[in-house]
């Protein structure tokens, strides 16, 4: 793994004279674990909204902080990739858990994720026919995950993007697996659901934020593992799209497709927004090859859905061919292992 980045001297006392300042350090704190909206943090602090966005836009500038926007929302959290914000998330190691301050925050945070719970249930209770009858046309997770652990190996995966994330249910299976995780979701309604499941399952190592499939977040970034489950049948252009997740792969990363086989359930497109009727195995695997990558499995399971007589699940893995190789690791090994 690389080594973590770095700061001068000159530039680590500037770091800490930002956070050297109660709010500055209590938000530090609180937005080490989620991201967070500037009204939510005047909630959790007790202060002003413009005295919070000072302090924000103070450690933003400084390398602390991520900002973000979601339509109207701006979200904020402390860097997991700036040395900066990786200064920042050690001090926490520092401060006494049961510090009266730190606990009154806690306390606070822990009702504002339990009000994002609340109004994702509520979204789902008044959709909850609409997204039993999807669910059940699919293979449970538990096979998925499954397939993915023997075909992906166990070795930790470092960073990981899942395309389409929907309520984060892919998140929710491979972060512990991972370094980073980013999920991006073209609906806000799913990315709230996503966020107030990951903040019930404790994940902290992931984010997920508003995105699109054919234009992916443009910071640089490559990835050594890119998912997209379940998304290409609602996609005017999957090839497009899978060009677009390949672009984004870290040499050696590897590129997992999920998706319905090719099918004739055509109350699927008229009811359920699906562009596409699945896939065939050859359609998929010229989408992948066509981007440049290797195709190294392929793996078909069926549902047992008796409303569709069992739609059949196709995963796909494709990898990036320029392995990045440990000193006297053979490439077999380090593509699998």
Known sequence: MASAPTLDFERTVDVLKALAEPTRLRLAVVLKSCDLTVSELTVILGQSQPRI???LKLMSE???LERYQEGAYAYFRVSDRHPAGILARSLDAGIEADDAIVRKDRERLEAVRADRTRRAADYFAQNAEHWD???ALHVPDAEIAAVLDETLGKRRIGTMLDIGTGTGRMIELLAPRCERVLGIDASREMIAAARAKLDDAG???AQVRLGDAYHLPANGETYDLVILHQVLHYLDDPAR???EAASVLAPGGRLVIVDFAAHEMEFLRTDHAHLRLGFSEESLTAFIEGCGLEMRAVNHLRSGAAETGGLTVTICI???PRLLLAPNAPAETMAYA
Do not use: M
């Open 53 to 55: 966005s000072r302090h």
């Open 133 to 135: 009858r999807i669910r």
């Open 241 to 243: 799209a899978v060009r």
């Open 318 to 320: 494709g990898q990036d």
């Open 203 to 205: 994940i902290e190592n």
């Open 62 to 64: 400084c390398g602390v």
